[in-house]
């Protein structure tokens, strides 16, 4: 009798200490209909507030060369892609360039550009990379010194975003590019990891060679390229 007793009032102890949580269960997950998906292999189950963004697409040096080489018997083509690669223009600041912004000078490494930079970025005079300076002059030659846009349509307006796509698909193709990589932007793309792999240029004077107004969108591209190749090149006029 005293043993149950003691057993009764134990019970009742414990009950009055520990009362249960009605409604919750104890083994209910922090984050219950948070899917896999979202969650991956986090075993707290915590969901993530920002994805990773998409992995940047640039060509690698067989990749715009050979890009380079399919579109070189056309003049204009040759010039826009020279232009897109070596100075990393948009496709849009491409079609915004009049004659008035060439400068051409007695040497053909002197002669300049005004780029029109669009998305906030700093647009400014700039001296022409010699490989797409002299496929400018190329170019030139055969359209004329007309005023207008350096690259027009056959309206003589300024060439359009939908036909330098078409040439970038075009000539992409023939060239044996993957298909993600042929988009005119994976030329800015290319630039900016050239500048920093192949020629090893100090971050600052990349940042300023894009336009950047933000030295965080450069830092991206030196993250692609933390690994680069051992091939480098000492000045950027030897760039072919």
Request: charge should be positive; hydrophobic fraction near 40%.
């Amino acid at each position: 009798m005293g043993v149950l007793l003691v057993v009764v009032m134990a019970n009742l102890y414990r009950t009055k200490q520990f009362p249960e949580r009605k409604g919750k269960k104890a083994d209910t997950p922090v984050n219950t209909g948070v899917s896999d998906d979202l969650t991956g292999h986090n075993s707290y189950s915590v969901r993530l507030d920002k994805r990773p963004k998409p992995r940047l697409k640039y060509m690698i040096a067989n990749e715009i060369r050979a890009l380079l080489a399919a579109c070189f018997k056309s003049p204009r083509d040759y010039a826009i892609f020279r232009l897109g690669y070596h100075h990393g223009l948009r496709v849009s600041e491409i079609g915004m360039l009049e004659m008035t912004d060439w400068m051409p000078a007695a040497r053909m490494e002197n002669d300049r550009l005004m780029i029109h930079r669009l998305k906030n970025s700093i647009s400014g005079e700039t001296r022409i990379v010699p490989a797409a300076a002299e496929a400018l002059r190329r170019w030139i030659k055969k359209r004329g010194t007309a005023p207008g846009p350096i690259f027009p349509s056959r309206k003589d307006k300024p060439i359009s975003r939908k036909r330098i796509h078409e040439l970038v698909q075009f000539y992409g193709k023939k060239a044996g590019i993957p298909e993600d990589k042929r988009h005119f932007h994976a030329l800015r793309h290319t630039c900016a990891t050239s500048l920093l792999s192949e020629h090893e240029l100090d971050i600052a004077h990349v940042k300023d060679h894009l336009g950047h107004k933000n030295i965080q969108n450069t830092m991206i591209y030196a993250q692609l390229t933390a690994a680069a190749s051992d091939a480098r090149f000492n000045k950027i006029r030897s760039w072919r």
